[in-house]
T-cell receptor
Framework: DSGVTQTPKHLITATGQRVTLRCSPR?????VYWYQQSLDQGLQFLIQ???????AKGNILERFSAQQFPDLHSELNLSSLELGDSALYFC?????????????FGPGTRLTVT | KNQVEQSPQSLIILEGKNCTLQ??????????LRWYKQDTGRGPVSLTI?????NTKSNGRYTATLDADTKQSSLHITASQLSDSASYIC???????????FGQGTTLQVKP
């Protein structure tokens, strides 16, 4: 158990809908990262927050947005969903910015868009 | 374009044998290079983290090496076990942007 929690574990929804994925980092970690992993593909870095502020942005679509709240939990919002958005979404946390800090991954949320 | 390339794409070895996975990158400058192990359907687990000044780092039967001059890293697994069957991912963190750039991974299968 990494100490990072993600909810829900599974999500099935229809095209055009909007969903929110939630992540609670390890106690004391200030950085939260979001990743997307499509079937048979590598992990894609989406976005990183540090202590409530956006710090780095990867291949995140405009239909996707994220935020980190004062209690440090984070939410990833996915809107106007398409079939291609079906994937595993991972959240990770670390103590600080992406220096040589250990990153701990959550169990993931499996999103299926039908 | 910053890239991280891993080879081989997949590998099958017998239990007890050693193997080496390769990672070549073009990310520059970089802050650190990481190796992760990912079991199917689960989140990655960190194996090693090396800064640009480190040449080698071990974690049990896993040993990572880094040559910042040639921009190559390797992950050596000693005395493989069935539980080593997983995807191994090389990640390079850009110093300029803070972005984590992932390789496509090497899928390792250890057979009895």
């Amino acid at each position: 158990d990494s100490g990072v929690t993600q909810t829900p574990k599974h999500l099935i929804t229809a095209t055009g809908q909007r969903v929110t994925l939630r992540c609670s980092p390890r106690s004391g970690d200030l950085s939260v990262y979001w990743y997307q992993q499509s079937l048979d593909q590598g992990l894609q870095f989406l976005i990183q927050y540090y202590n409530g502020e956006e710090r780095a942005k990867g291949n995140i679509l405009e239909r996707f947005s994220a935020q980190q709240f004062p209690d440090l939990h984070s939410e990833l919002n996915l809107s106007s969903l398409e079939l291609g958005d079906s994937a595993l979404y991972f959240c990770a946390s670390s103590a600080g910015l992406p220096g040589p800090y250990e990153q701990y991954f959550g169990p993931g949320t499996r999103l299926t868009v039908t | 374009k910053n890239q991280v390339e891993q080879s081989p794409q997949s590998l099958i070895i017998l239990e007890g044998k050693n193997c080496t996975l390769q990672c070549n990158y073009t990310v520059s400058p970089f802050s650190n290079l990481r190796w992760y192990k990912q079991d199917t359907g689960r989140g990655p687990v960190s194996l090693t983290i090396m800064t640009f000044s480190e040449n080698t780092k071990s974690n049990g039967r896993y040993t990572a090496t880094l040559d910042a001059d040639t921009k190559q890293s390797s992950l050596h697994i000693t005395a493989s076990q069935l539980s080593d069957s997983a995807s191994y991912i090389c990640v390079v963190v850009s110093s300029n942007t803070g972005k984590l750039i992932f390789g496509q991974g090497t899928t390792l299968q250890v057979k009895p």
